[in-house]
């Protein structure tokens, strides 16, 4: 496949916010403890970080195969899932859908800048709604494991250390709300949150 420069600076900007967003999440849910996690400044913003070597290992490994998938713009969605740890009822589910212009891949030298500023920007407006989703989501009483699935199109060969597996929808009640995403005119992501009301 060719690949353009923009593709790789946009697949290091996309991953990157993918790993901090991961994080967030995972404190803001509070599926490990808080003192797990130290601050870092990063889009102007305070995020969150894990110091668990083991969960670090685990989101890079997860990260270093999307970042294959996002330059080759073969990706469609990342998406972190909550089960019950006694039930494995799947209870919360962070859907980001990514959007892949594919027009680069006829045309690598073809630019359509998306500014610095206006991504980070767009950027910092994921992870605050991200850090303010615990005002309306409902309060996580039970132990949770998480999971991270990835959707890519079809010709796209599973590899080692992947497994296919069901969609890990949340049923019964839930509810859905869209937030607002961000582009970086190769790969647009947009999230979304469903969730089991109590």
Request: proline share 4%.
């Amino acid at each position: 496949a060719v690949v353009s420069t923009q593709s790789t600076g946009s697949t290091q900007m996309v991953s990157e916010f993918f790993y901090y967003a991961v994080n967030s999440i995972l404190f803001q849910r509070g599926v490990y403890p808080s003192d797990s996690f130290d601050f870092k400044t990063k889009y102007n913003l305070k995020v969150m970080e894990t110091t668990d070597e083991r969960l670090k290992n685990y989101l890079d490994q997860c990260l270093d195969q999307l970042r294959g998938w996002l330059n080759n713009l073969t990706v469609q969605k990342l998406v972190l899932v909550m089960q019950d740890l006694e039930t494995k009822e799947n209870i919360e589910r962070w859907s980001f859908d990514i959007a892949c212009d594919k027009s680069i891949r006829n045309c690598p030298d073809l630019t359509k800048p998306a500014e610095l500023k206006t991504i980070q920007k767009g950027i910092q407006d994921v992870i605050r709604q991200i850090v303010s989703s615990v005002t309306f989501l409902p309060i996580l009483e039970s132990s949770c494991s998480f999971d991270i699935l990835v959707y890519t199109d079809h010709d796209v060969t599973i590899p080692v250390g992947w497994d296919e597996t069901t969609a890990k929808i949340v049923v019964g009640g839930s509810e859905n709300v869209q937030l607002k995403g961000f582009s970086t005119s190769v790969h647009t992501v947009t999230p979304t949150i469903s969730y089991k009301m109590p």
